[in-house]
């Protein structure tokens, strides 16, 4: 810790006290005094101490997490490459190199640049951390020594993107970590940038090599000992981030087909990467290569493919099939010569894709495998308890199968953990991560006093015939006065992958809705209503949906329609033309887990009755891809149980979700149209209903009143409440 104020270093160092340091562990503090530079002070003070684990602090910081030291040490345990960590920063530095100007940032703190003390939330990691470009250094805490820039950065500003850059091109990766809540409390004041603030800038972006020339090109980046041949075909390179010796071989062609520029570089090749000759990348969303990265000759990686669908008009000229997919490719892989890539594809840390292989649109590679073929398939995966690489039992051959097995099998994981009535909720959720299977699916149902429409749907659910290793049954209890429990231990007795729950009272539905998503394993997980159950054969009809839309983020069955036909598109106003108002339908709802996770306001349409929509809408705003697949694959108990006002959750909180993601994704005129469309399809039939079957607990007295608050500005309102009245005088309703 460097400091210049005694007072704040003292109540933080207090706080520190608090902190529970493991068993076995020896903690020194280093208070720096008189430090010309952060980097000077942080430098001599890591010079002076034989830690493992270094934290820097800020000396207006308070750490909150009281578990924090065991923390870390398990991340680093668990994660080697993982050479320092953080709790906010820039996904990608932007070019003017200030890392809260990023489009994308991870993260969360408590801190006061408002003048104010108030929760400062980004986008949460997926996983244990999100690799960053660029800490704040508020706090970092680093499992290595590299010497600080105190030879660059003489005050103190731009030592902690210099320091994150040091590690990464050191081949480490720099992460923010994830915080259930947030683990640091920052008392900084108003930001200040008049000491000195725009020389380190220049400093910074001269040193690391944003905005670089070579030759007749301008780079978005362009790091220290690049090697570029000649014959190199570039174009768009301000849309290019290359990192230190990054080395590209003869005749590579690296291009931006439609020289779009964005906020961030839409190729990024890490430190140390080296791409064979006539390799080809294109991109026009986002190709990320990790550092290290070895990629043979002739290997072609794009983001995209070329658009075919109309007949009418040569391929060549209908542009491409998507906007928004990405390529991923870890640090450490080595990609086999002549190999294709395209669409959207992630592909793990140390990796190895085989000669020749296809990697197709919606593939997703775990770290440490080997993948071979066209589609490439996982042969291979390093199991890190058995120190040893094995063969996947899945694709092993028929004559393998038979024959006694020349290398190990990996194990089958153990399957779904049995709710224990001795653990707590959060201590169950907790096991439940800590013996994670690796499933596809995750069936989440929250329940409340529905014992036997539970039943029916858990019967539906059991009656398929499909593998128990492919999913999980998740039962979030709103603490049902019935004999829910009972009913789901009867099923847990016979079904290894059902997992219950039960909160210690009522939380609404909403509340349980995230709940009962937040316990999910799976790489997709499914909301799923207790009184909506499947038909035989529907469960595998949507793992095949799945697997062939692994790039989307968000599938939505209309069960209304039963075509067959699968709509694939992308963004809010596309999403909202195609599935309308339905989208409350809570069991038409699968989201992949990696964005449902990111999102960072869940609760923020708490006990709006349609908090489903607004985490639809967010996963789109994260990732826009999604389907819609038009088959009736769920039948209901068709029993209206109510006791919500029926205006006040699709008209009021519908039209606000929508508001809310207004110039979000979600334009003006999708808006309007969206509003007008639902009044006379769906609005006015279920007011007719109501009346018709006196469906009092939707509360429909308050209809009139509510439609026309939301609708008397628009042009169509006299035609519409024209409706309204000749609907109440066909029931005699006043």
């Keep these: 810790m460097c400091v210049n104020d005694d007072e704040l270093a003292e109540r933080s160092q207090q706080n520190l006290k608090q902190l529970i340091k493991p068993d076995g562990f020896t903690v020194d503090l280093q208070i720096l005094?008189?430090?010309?530079?952060?980097?000077?002070?942080?430098?001599?003070?890591?010079?002076?101490?034989?830690?493992?684990?270094?934290?820097?602090?800020?000396?207006?910081?308070?750490?909150?997490?009281?578990?924090?030291?065991?923390?870390?040490?398990?991340?680093?345990?668990?994660?080697?490459?993982?050479?320092?960590?953080?709790?906010?920063?820039?996904?990608?530095?932007?070019?003017?190199?200030?890392?809260?100007?990023?489009?994308?940032?991870?993260?969360?703190?408590?801190?006061?640049?408002?003048?104010?003390?108030?929760?400062?939330?980004?986008?949460?990691?997926?996983?244990?951390?999100?690799?960053v470009e660029a800490l704040d250094g508020l706090l970092m805490v680093t499992q290595y020594d590299l010497p600080?820039?105190?030879?660059?950065?003489?005050?103190?500003?731009?030592y902690d993107a210099s320091h994150s850059q040091e590690f990464i091109s050191s081949g480490y990766e720099v992460g923010v970590v994830r915080q259930h809540l947030p683990w640091c409390l920052h008392d900084c004041g108003p930001v200040v940038t008049s000491n000195g603030y725009e020389e380190a800038r220049r400093i910074y972006l001269d040193q690391y090599g944003y905005g670089a020339i070579h030759g007749l090109h301008r780079f978005y980046r362009l790091g220290s000992g690049c090697n570029i041949h000649s014959s190199c075909d570039l174009f768009g390179t301000e849309g290019v981030s290359l990192g230190n010796d990054v080395k590209l071989q003869a005749d590579c062609w690296i291009m931006l087909p439609y020289n779009n520029l964005g906020v961030e570089p839409r190729i990024q090749i890490g430190a140390g990467s080296d791409i064979g000759r006539r390799c080809s990348l294109s991109a026009v969303n986002r190709i990320v290569i990790g550092s290290q990265v070895a990629i043979s000759p002739g290997v072609?990686?794009?983001?995209?493919?070329?658009?075919?669908?109309?007949?009418?008009?040569?391929?060549?000229?209908?542009?491409?099939?998507?906007?928004?997919?990405?390529?991923?490719?870890?640090?450490?892989?080595?990609?086999?010569a002549n190999s294709v890539i395209a669409g959207q594809v992630s592909i793990g840390k140390g990796c190895v894709i085989g000669a020749g292989s296809v990697v197709i649109s919606g593939t997703v590679i775990p770290d440490y495998c080997v993948a071979v073929g066209a589609p490439a398939r996982v042969i291979k995966q390093y199991d890190s308890n058995a120190r040893k690489w094995l063969k996947i039992g899945?694709?092993?051959?028929?004559?393998?199968?038979?024959?006694?097995?020349?290398?190990?099998?990996?194990?089958?994981?153990?399957?779904?953990?049995?709710?224990?009535?001795?653990?707590?909720?959060?201590?169950?959720?907790?096991?439940?991560?800590?013996?994670?299977?690796?499933?596809?699916?995750s069936i989440c149902i929250p329940t409340f006093n529905r014992e036997a429409e539970l039943d029916h749907c858990l019967n539906s659910i059991y009656s398929q015939n499909t593998r128990l290793e492919d999913f999980e049954v998740i039962i979030s209890d709103n603490a049902s006065p019935d004999h829910t429990g009972e009913l789901v231990r009867k099923y847990q007795s016979r079904y290894s992958n059902i997992r219950y729950f039960r909160n210690e009272h009522n939380e609404g539905g909403d509340s349980n809705f995230l709940k009962c998503a937040g316990y999910a394993r799976g790489e997709f997980i499914k909301l799923h209503g207790d009184d909506d159950y499947w038909l035989p054969g529907s469960l595998d009809e949507v793992f095949r949906l799945i697997e062939y839309n692994k790039d989307c983020s968000l599938l939505f069955l209309d069960i209304l329609g039963n075509s067959g036909q699968v709509d694939r598109a992308a963004g809010i106003s596309n999403y909202v033309q195609h599935v309308s108002i339905y989208s409350t339908f809570i069991s038409g709802i699968i989201m992949r887990r990696k964005e449902y996770e990111?999102?960072?306001?869940?609760?923020?349409?708490?006990?709006?009755?349609?908090?489903?929509?607004?985490?639809?809408?967010?996963?789109?705003?994260?990732?826009?891809?999604?389907?819609?697949?038009?088959?009736?694959?769920?039948?209901?108990?068709?029993?209206?149980?109510?006791?919500?006002?029926?205006?006040?959750?699709?008209?009021?909180?519908?039209?606000?979700?929508?508001?809310?993601f207004r110039d979000r994704g979600l334009s003006e005129a999708a808006l309007a149209a969206e509003k007008k469309h639902i009044a006379y399809t769906f609005l006015l039939w279920w007011y007719n209903y109501m009346l018709e079957r006196n469906l009092q607990q939707l509360q429909p007295g308050d209809f009139e009143e509510v439609l026309t608050a939301a609708y008397r500005n628009e042009l169509?309102?006299?035609?519409?409440?024209?409706?309204?009245?000749?609907?109440?005088?066909?029931?005699?309703?006043?």
């Excluded at 600080?148 to 731009?158: I, V, Y």
């Excluded at 489903?612 to 029993?639: A, G, H, M, N």
Aim: proline share 5%.
């Design 598 to 660: 990111q999102i960072p306001t869940k609760e923020l349409f708490i006990n709006s009755n349609l908090i489903q929509v607004y985490l639809e809408f967010s996963i789109l705003e994260i990732t826009p891809d999604y389907c819609v697949y038009r088959r009736k694959l769920l039948t209901s108990s068709d029993k209206i149980t109510g006791g919500y006002s029926f205006a006040q959750t699709f008209i009021t909180s519908y039209l606000n979700v929508l508001n809310y």
């Design 716 to 734: 169509y309102f006299d035609d519409l409440h024209g409706h309204i009245k000749a609907i109440q005088a066909r029931h005699h309703y006043i």
């Design 33 to 131: 005094k008189n430090a010309t530079s952060m980097a000077a002070g942080y430098d001599e003070a890591m010079l002076h101490s034989d830690a493992k684990y270094k934290v820097y602090l800020h000396q207006d910081v308070h750490i909150l997490n009281p578990k924090f030291i065991a923390d870390i040490v398990r991340l680093f345990s668990a994660h080697p490459s993982l050479g320092m960590l953080g709790v906010a920063g820039a996904k990608v530095l932007p070019s003017s190199g200030t890392w809260w100007d990023a489009a994308r940032k991870y993260g969360r703190v408590i801190e006061s640049h408002t003048g104010q003390l108030q929760p400062l939330e980004f986008t949460q990691p997926a996983g244990d951390y999100e690799s």
């Design 300 to 336: 072609h990686i794009s983001d995209h493919n070329l658009a075919y669908q109309d007949t009418h008009s040569p391929i060549r000229k209908q542009g491409v099939d998507s906007w928004s997919h990405a390529v991923t490719i870890g640090s450490g892989s080595w990609i086999g």
């Design 148 to 158: 600080w820039r105190k030879d660059l950065f003489s005050g103190w500003h731009f």
């Design 394 to 441: 899945n694709v092993l051959s028929r004559e393998q199968e038979e024959s006694p097995a020349t290398e190990e099998v990996l194990p089958v994981p153990e399957e779904g953990i049995p709710a224990d009535e001795s653990l707590t909720v959060a201590e169950a959720a907790l096991n439940a991560e800590d013996h994670s299977p690796p499933l596809l699916l």
